[in-house]
């Protein structure tokens, strides 16, 4: 089974912050990556599909890239509304995995 | 308007049984693959089965042999039965819509595995 590895689990950071999520598999999955948001009592949204594609209604200020092994998710300048968890998950092949999470929290 | 919403959560007793729904709107079910997964309190976020537009099913190795997937064209639903159920299961599962772009989310219901 792939495994994903999200780091860091935790990031503390003020609006307006540049942030970088990584996310590390432990076999290549091309560009079968994506990215979701999730807030507390919500179900996960899909931000980045396809390892760098942004979902339809999606903030431009996200944006993920890489491919192969190693992929990141950017948010360019840290919004109060994107304070939550966010996770990586891999669609390259059964059974589908995903990244532990990083919960960004308001410095 | 797209919208998944499951049903069928609850309280059950270690080794029961279980069958969860998710109706579809908006859409053809049977038109892409759907997924469930599931969420505990302290874990991340578990894919646990998915069924592809071709009918074939894939299971995580953690519910192979105890839960089965299926769908139904007429109801524009998908079910998920879970049986021998264990205290590992408790989570909030989610119903998922696509292959590469998993775009559509239902809320969740809760299903607690416990005496």
């Known amino acids: 089974d792939i495994q994903l590895t999200q780091s860091p689990s935790f990031l503390s950071a003020s609006v307006g912050d540049r942030v970088t999520i990584t996310c590390r598999a432990t076999?290549?999955?091309?560009?079968?990556l994506a990215w979701f948001q999730q807030k507390p009592g919500k179900a996960p949204k899909l931000l980045i599909y396809v390892a760098s594609a942004l979902q339809s209604g999606v903030p431009s200020r996200f944006s993920g890239s890489g491919s192969g092994t190693e992929f990141t998710l950017t948010i360019g300048s840290l919004q109060p509304e994107d304070f939550a968890t966010y996770y990586c998950q891999q669609v390259n092949s059964y059974p589908r995995t995903f990244g532990q999470g990083t919960k960004v929290e308001m410095k | 308007e797209v919208q998944l919403v499951e049903s069928g959560g609850g309280l059950v007793q270690p080794g029961g049984s279980l069958r969860l729904s998710c109706a579809a709107s908006?859409?053809?079910?049977?038109?892409?693959?759907m997924h469930w997964v599931r969420q505990d309190t302290v874990k991340s976020l578990e894919w646990v089965s998915g069924i592809d537009t071709t009918g074939d099913t894939y299971y995580a190795d953690s519910v192979k042999g105890r839960f089965t997937i299926s769908r139904e064209k007429a109801k524009n639903s998908l079910y998920l039965q879970m049986n021998s159920l264990r205290g590992e299961d408790t989570a909030v599962y989610f119903c998922?819509?696509?292959?590469?772009?998993?775009?559509?989310w239902g809320q969740g219901t809760l299903v607690t595995v416990s005496s």
């Open positions: 908006g859409f053809t079910l049977s038109s892409y693959d």
């Open positions: 076999q290549g999955i091309s560009s079968k």
């Open positions: 998922v819509r696509g292959r590469n772009l998993n775009d559509c």
